[in-house]
């Protein structure tokens, strides 16, 4: 037997036992006549104690010369701590050891395997399956096992089934960049990767599985950040028989049920916002409600007063930060350069504080009365003791710039807490949007959603201001989930088609089983999508995926540890029909 018991297991409960122990060598503290080892494994850590004249002299020189990370078994008997450790569970007991066998020696890790390591995200990359063994990234992984689990738990108990659909598909054009696997058995041909399992999803709904899911790897040849990875876990589901009530209601119960299971926080109901209000007042259609500073247009009251930059304006517009009045100039010169930075855009910052006594002080006082200004303040309902803060510009770009601002200010003022949760859906997405450099639109979600019916007219002559049946859920400023109703006839989906650009042809090339598969009884259907990893890092409290992923890849989308992507030997190249002598030396 290696084991009777974990590291973490034993309690006063077991005070006098003899128990056998295996785990990894955290550390060793020696005094000369007192010898302790911490002794870890997955479950906990448990303090070892040695002591001349108690401890036979071999043990004492075997555990002398243990290292970090050796891997042994323990033999001793659960004797009461004298001096107890209350920050760990086992912090009442410790284990008088009366044999050890090494059953792997280890190398001196290239950094410390606590908490708190001195590797850093390059070294710890490339060590992962060391990283692994530290408490805080096992926590994570624990927290995305019982995410996984609680997922399952709530779909199977609503009647959905889980079905597993194909990794290696047909690449399609719309959306990010595929990755694609060469076929040997069909030389010149390939298969694609999938995006996500949209097609497939709905062709389970016209076999008449109604309820389905999937917990599924997903692929994009996208550049990467914290929240993007070229491989990522989506939970992908579908319904049919259903309206856009009827998912709203079924997965808002689910994200419910996830915050207390896994969380221990109760979510009231989620409230709706339409993409029009979600661009308007927050200039990001995944708006962080935790804190207000809505978005205030002021052209009725700056405009025509002299001052250019107003005056020359689409829009001007602007937020209230509370109880920000006391920013110094240094404070605001900082502000200033952070929405003039090239990815955010701004040209520039105009600022009013909101003094003590009511009036208003602004950085464009000479082009403005103190009763303009104090109008200002009324329509930002400012209050002595807070800063207005105004961008002014092309009405697209100065909300987005805005959003930017925003978020800096809520971050600044402590108004982002993570153990603050504010979810909420958002809805009546547009259907299309224009794409300037090919002049022509782009499905917004993707060429599947439905429009709503009430603007199907609109199909030939206004295309652009079609709604879409479509829905995302967002929970502090970040998009967790979003779906649609989709297209369920072939008349309608071949329109689509058509408003995106496809050809004829290129419509049936593309999706010609689909759109086959929808003259044979396909029902009304409509699903969404989560990403699993955003949900993790989010009920985690971390701004990276990455944090939640066992073995991911660098911004650069390699795995440092393995070296991935690598080169292939010039047989494989061969039996696949591939040509290399086109790409740039490294």
């Known amino acids: 037997m290696f084991r009777t018991h974990t590291c973490g297991e034993l309690r006063l409960d077991n005070v006098g036992e003899e128990v056998i122990l295996t785990g990894w060598v955290q550390r060793l503290r020696d005094k000369g006549g007192m010898l302790w080892v911490d002794l870890r494994d997955r479950y906990g850590i448990t303090q070892l104690t040695m002591e001349e004249g108690f401890t036979p002299a071999a043990i004492m020189e075997q555990a002398r010369n243990l290292g970090r990370e050796y891997v042994v078994k323990v033999i001793g008997r659960v004797v009461e701590r004298y001096s107890k450790n209350d920050k760990i569970p086992t912090g009442d007991i410790e284990l008088h050891v009366s044999k050890i066998v090494v059953l792997n020696p280890s190398k001196l890790p290239p950094f410390l395997i606590e908490d708190e390591t001195d590797g850093g995200d390059d070294l710890r990359m490339k060590y992962r399956y060391l990283d692994l063994r530290r408490a805080p990234v096992r926590r994570n992984l624990e927290l995305r096992h019982r995410m996984m689990r609680a997922t399952r738990d709530y779909l199977n108990g609503i009647d959905f089934i889980e079905v597993e659909t194909p990794v290696l598909i047909k690449s399609t054009p719309e959306g990010a960049r595929d990755f694609v696997v060469p076929s040997r058995m069909n030389p010149g041909e390939f298969y694609a990767l999938p995006q996500s399992p949209q097609t497939f999803k709905q062709l389970l709904m016209v076999s008449g599985f109604d309820k389905y899911f999937q917990i599924v790897k997903c692929f994009r040849d996208e550049d990467l950040r914290a929240d993007r990875q070229p491989e990522f876990t989506q939970i992908d589901c579908e319904m049919s028989f259903v309206t856009q009530e009827d998912i709203l209601h079924t997965f808002e119960g689910f994200i419910t049920y996830l915050f207390e299971k896994v969380k221990g926080v109760h979510i009231g109901k989620l409230p709706r916002m339409t993409y029009a209000d979600a661009m308007k007042f927050y200039g990001s259609d995944k708006p962080d409600t935790r804190f207000e500073m809505r978005f205030v247009e002021l052209n009725p009251l700056v405009k025509n007063k002299g001052f250019k930059v107003f005056d020359d304006a689409e829009l001007v517009v602007g937020i209230c930060a509370q109880g920000a009045a006391g920013y110094t100039r240094k404070q605001v010169d900082e502000l200033t350069d952070f929405v003039k930075r090239p990815q955010i855009g701004a040209t520039g910052l105009v600022y009013a504080r909101v003094n003590e006594d009511g009036s208003v002080k602004s950085s464009v006082d000479k082009f403005y009365s103190p009763e303009d200004l104090e109008a200002w303040a009324a329509a930002f309902n400012a209050k002595p003791g807070d800063l207005i803060l105004i961008l002014a510009g092309d009405a697209d770009r100065t909300r987005k710039a805005l959003n930017e601002l925003r978020l800096e200010m809520g971050t600044r003022l402590g108004l982002r807490d993570k153990n603050v ?146 080169p292939i030997a010039d047989a494989q190249l061969d039996e696949l029909h591939i040509n290399m002598k086109q790409l740039p030396h490294k």
């Open 421 to 566: 949760f504010a979810p909420l859906w958002v809805v009546d997405f547009p259907l299309l949007e224009w794409d300037e450099d090919s002049k022509r639109y782009h499905a917004m979600h993707h060429p599947f959603t439905s429009p709503k019916l009430e603007d199907i007219e609109l199909i030939d002559d206004r295309p652009g201001d079609i709604r879409a049946n479509a829905y995302d859920m967002v929970i502090n400023g970040v998009e967790v989930g979003g779906g649609s109703i989709r297209i369920h006839n072939r008349r309608l989906q071949e329109q689509m088609f058509r408003l995106l650009g496809f050809s004829k042809a290129e419509a049936e090339a593309q999706f010609g089983f689909l759109m086959s598969a929808f003259e044979y009884g396909a029902p009304p259907h409509g699903g969404i999508a989560f990403g699993f990893d955003r949900l993790c890092s989010l009920f985690g409290g971390s701004d990276s995926i990455r944090d939640y992923i066992a073995f991911p890849k660098n911004n650069s989308g390699r795995d440092v540890m393995i070296d991935a992507p690598a």
